[in-house]
């Protein structure tokens, strides 16, 4: 059974939805507080974090960032209206998702799932794909620049896939969300331009200039083709 790491003050809402994530099939667990989250999460090995970002004490971004330090554990962050630049923060920091306060327990239960599709490979593939110095190795989650392995979260690690199997195909910021998704509820894009910078941190060699996945100015991104 996969477990759930809830991190949310409001018991409430905390309730609700380890409520519907049981139902749903998940072992969950829910904790009120920062920093007895990443003592748990040590402990445990959750398969997935909720995490809120308004936590009393060590916020959510703290959190989040402590996690990142060790850990590439998929992170769903919930944020209230209003918080735009967090959530842009937060994917920086490079938590997977993020839903807006209201949403229905539904949503999350959807988001969840397809954050742990995407860490545990089902919707990946059986292929080893190469291109320039990457390669990716689908069954075994793992990918290498020249070489060398690196350590991407699952949606970084989605988002390199779905780019190094057609490279040079311009994608715009909409289909990657599309891609990383499996559901399409919200298409914020600028998510996207979090990810796709913190992928470039670990995968180029000067992320300044990026030699793998490409900016197309007023579009999206491509992989170089050449
Ligand atoms: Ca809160």
Redesign the pocket.
Same mark, same amino acid.
């Given at each position: 059974m996969q477990r759930i790491l809830i991190v949310?003050? %409001?018991m409430q809402i905390a309730r609700t939805l380890r409520d519907y994530l049981e139902v749903a099939g998940f072992h969950v667990t829910a904790l009120g507080d920062g920093s007895a989250a990443i003592a748990a999460s040590r402990g445990h090995k959750p398969d997935l974090i909720v995490l %809120?970002l308004?936590?009393p004490g060590m916020d959510g971004l703290d959190v989040a960032r402590e996690l990142r330090r060790t850990s590439t554990v998929p992170i769903v962050m919930l944020t209230a209206r209003g918080e735009e630049a967090d959530r842009i923060v937060g994917l920086e920091l490079g938590a997977d998702d993020y839903l807006v306060k209201p949403f229905s327990p539904k949503e999350l239960v959807a988001r969840v799932r397809a954050v742990l599709r995407r860490a545990n490979g089902t919707v990946a593939g059986a292929e080893v794909l190469r291109a320039a110095d990457i390669e990716v190795d689908l069954p075994k989650m793992r990918a290498r620049v020249s070489g060398r392995p690196v350590d991407l979260t699952p949606t970084e690690f989605e988002l390199l896939t779905t780019l190094v199997r057609e490279p040079g195909r311009v994608f715009t910021r909409g289909q990657l969300l599309d891609a990383l998704r499996g559901v399409t509820l919200d298409t914020y894009e600028r998510a996207i331009d979090a990810h796709v910078k913190n992928l470039r941190k670990k995968i180029e060699p000067e992320p300044g200039r990026p030699r793998y996945v490409l900016t197309v100015h007023g579009v999206g991104y491509r992989f170089a083709d050449a």
């Open positions: 949310e003050d %409001d %809120d308004g936590l």
